[in-house]
């Protein structure tokens, strides 16, 4: 009992940092704002393309 009530404090108290750095965090951002900027380019080019269609 005593080991595990050692690893559940050890597990409590240890200050490891296993999320994301600050980077990746800006990176995944931009990445995001990137690729929504293609999509709404995109989106806008096919609505113009759809709209001069000739029709009749």
């Known amino acids: 009992m005593q080991r595990i009530t ?3 404090s ?3 108290l ?3 940092d296993d999320g994301y750095s600050t980077e990746t965090v800006i990176l995944t951002a931009l990445l995001v704002g990137v ?4 999509g ?3 989106l ?6 759809i ?3 000739p029709t009749g």
């Not at 690729?35 to 293609?38: G, M």
């Not at 806008?44 to 393309?49: G, I, N």
Request: aromatic share 8%; no cysteine; proline share 0%.
């Open 35 to 38: 690729a929504a900027a293609v």
């Open 51 to 53: 709209a001069a269609l």
């Open 44 to 49: 806008l080019y096919v609505q113009e393309r």
């Open 14 to 16: 240890s200050r490891r």
């Open 10 to 12: 050890s597990l409590l």
């Open 40 to 42: 709404g380019g995109l």
């Open 6 to 8: 050692a690893y559940l």
